[in-house]
């Protein structure tokens, strides 16, 4: 079972995700460093652990607004041994111009996501560089339906993206992961939002999770690089 260290960038900065609500976030406060420049993060988290992959969210390119693109470059440069995971919005095959020149795996969220084909598309494109998060707030799923229904129309790995946990320090969604995982695929599914010590991570590992995406466990130190290598070669 892998750990994915997360990263959400915004004004330059990563800042702390909590709840989905992407218009309160703050600069974050890490035990790991006392910076929330990219690089200085990104920098402490692997001295925490040498993580072999990075999800990255570029909430000013999700809002549409600019984008860390430069920014991201400059981490790819810094860590060249990191497999990166992008989000940045992208909702059909046209947005993956800006981003030719960076060496990454695409995160594609659902919640941006208007018709079944668009997937198929990025799919065809992207092959094994395309990674699907299925976008979940309160209320339900963020996309459309077809997409949930239908596993078919998946790549090989699939966030469960739970962004009413993000943050929350109130634990995984078991009973929607354990939705996900009962569709019986050959997929890889990785939970993110609300894990936050070992026993969230042998509890979903338990049911067959392959990995979790994890920000505030790490930058509060409710997982030492102890637990953390457990995880990766025992669970």
């Not at 079972?1 to 703050?26: C, K, N, S, T, W």
Request: hydrophobic share 40%; proline share 3%.
């Amino acid at each position: 079972m892998e750990i994915i260290p997360v990263i959400d960038l915004m004004h330059g900065q990563v800042v702390h995700a909590r709840f989905g609500l992407r218009q309160h976030y703050q600069p974050i406060q890490s035990s790991l460093c006392d910076s929330s420049e990219p690089i200085d993060v990104v920098s402490a988290l692997l001295e925490l652990y040498p993580f072999d992959r990075l999800y990255i969210a570029d909430l000013a390119a999700i809002q549409g607004e600019n984008d860390h693109f430069q920014t991201i470059q400059a981490i790819k440069d810094s860590f060249p041994q990191l497999e990166i995971w992008l989000d940045s919005g992208i909702d059909d095959v046209d947005m993956l111009k800006d981003l030719e020149s960076l060496s990454i795996s695409h995160v594609i969220g659902s919640e941006n996501i208007k018709s079944i084909e668009a997937i198929i598309d990025l799919k065809k494109v992207l092959g094994e560089a395309l990674i699907l998060s299925l976008d979940f707030n309160a209320q339900g799923f963020l996309g459309p339906t077809e997409l949930l229904e239908n596993p078919q129309y998946w790549p090989q790995h699939i966030i469960a993206m739970t962004l009413y946990k993000v943050g929350s320090e109130e634990g995984v969604d078991i009973k929607l992961l354990k939705s996900l995982l009962n569709k019986k695929t050959t997929h890889k599914i990785y939970a993110a939002g609300g894990v936050r010590n070992l026993d969230d991570l042998k509890q979903i590992s338990g049911i067959g999770a392959s990995g979790a995406l994890i920000a505030s466990a790490l930058h509060n130190q409710q997982l030492s690089s102890r637990e953390i290598g457990y995880t990766n070669y025992t669970l």
